[in-house]
């Protein structure tokens, strides 16, 4: 434990550079009262309305709080939501400088309404389009230009078109040469394209995902007898070093919920992290919250077994909390110290 608190003071040291697609959570926050005459659905009472920074920019968001210091890259569109998400990250002195503009994509917006504590209904405005290859350059201009100012990279692939595989490639390679951390949030289509990096963080789903995807894709057969191995929870090992395999990855982390962690290290046994949640009221966001403390205490010099620890105490502290949150390096420090 005081290993882990010793990485967790090293956090304000770390620079982090998230890549992926931005998104702008809205909440409006109401009570209900009564069903509407027009449809069985509840009326509700708006009171409140409050944004926060969702996508690739919670997963900054999250790193910001545990006060790295990061940085995004990714795009916009010509908005009001764009504004109100470049107003939120500067707020949170999140660096904006390699966000960009493309006018004809509107800028991601998810809108949950909230009726006492209750989530009634999600509302989805997106643009998943591929980006322009003007905007494409500049993003890989951006990446040839600033990559060597961070420690660390985190891909964060939410399939909203900004990760073309030119891009995805650009940037693995530019980071490898420099001898980068590389954490990948993953998404099946793109799943071949993440050959090499240090850790992809699926849940269960996505790295069930990946096994069909794989096999689909392997020539060789070799994933032949594992097409099923994610369905149940005893077969995770044979999915998980098939996929550490087939990518070469130094590690793989798959979040299983109330069930914990599984991290998958290359020549190393797997290790099972139970869930460290006192109570889980919302798990949106836990995933970003996952990664981006995982890849922080990596950047501070933590090995993989002690910054996947670190990063189910942030996730135990998130899911505790409504709506995409975040947690402090102050939380975290005593989380730890109440288990010592």
Not at 42 to 52: D, E, G, H, L
Not at 301 to 317: M, T
Request: proline share 3%.
């Amino acid at each position: 434990m005081r290993n882990l608190q010793s990485i967790i003071r090293k956090f304000p040291k770390a620079k982090v550079l998230v890549v992926g697609d931005l998104i702008l959570d809205q909440y409006i926050w109401g009570d209900v009262e009564r069903v509407s005459p027009e449809a069985p659905v509840p009326v509700v009472w708006a009171k409140n309305r409050t944004y926060v920074p969702g996508g690739a920019a919670n997963v900054a968001n999250n790193i910001r709080a545990l006060d790295g210091e990061v940085s995004l890259l990714g795009v916009v569109g010509r908005d009001m939501h764009a504004e109100i998400l470049i107003k939120e990250l500067k707020k949170r002195k999140i660096d904006t400088k390699g966000i960009f503009t493309e006018p004809q994509r509107c800028t991601i917006l998810k809108t949950r309404v909230i009726a006492g504590h209750q989530q009634v209904v999600r509302v989805d405005w997106e643009h998943t389009e591929v980006i322009r290859k003007e905007t494409e350059d500049k993003l890989s201009s951006f990446i040839d230009n600033n990559i060597k100012n961070f420690d660390a990279v985190i891909i964060e692939d939410y399939g909203k078109g900004l990760l073309s595989n030119v891009l995805l490639s650009r940037i693995i390679s530019r980071a490898r040469q420099l001898k980068k951390i590389i954490t990948v949030d993953p998404k099946q289509d793109n799943f071949e394209h993440y050959w090499g990096v240090t850790c992809i963080t699926p849940n269960k789903k996505e790295a069930q995902n990946a096994v069909r995807y794989l096999k689909m894709k392997d020539q060789t057969n070799q994933f032949q007898i594992y097409h099923d191995a994610l369905i149940n929870f005893n077969d995770i090992d044979h999915a998980g070093k098939m996929i550490l395999q087939y990518l070469n990855l130094e590690s793989l982390l798959i979040t299983l919920g109330e069930q914990g962690m599984f991290l998958f290290q290359k020549d190393k046994s797997r290790i099972h992290i139970p869930t460290v949640a006192q109570e889980v009221f919302d798990v949106s966001g836990a995933g970003d919250t996952v990664i981006a403390a995982f890849t922080l205490a990596l950047a501070c010099g933590a090995n993989k077994e002690a910054a996947a620890h670190l990063a189910n105490f942030a996730a135990g502290i998130v899911v505790g909390k409504l709506g995409t949150a975040t947690t402090s390096r102050k939380e975290l420090l005593e989380r730890i110290s109440k288990l010592r």
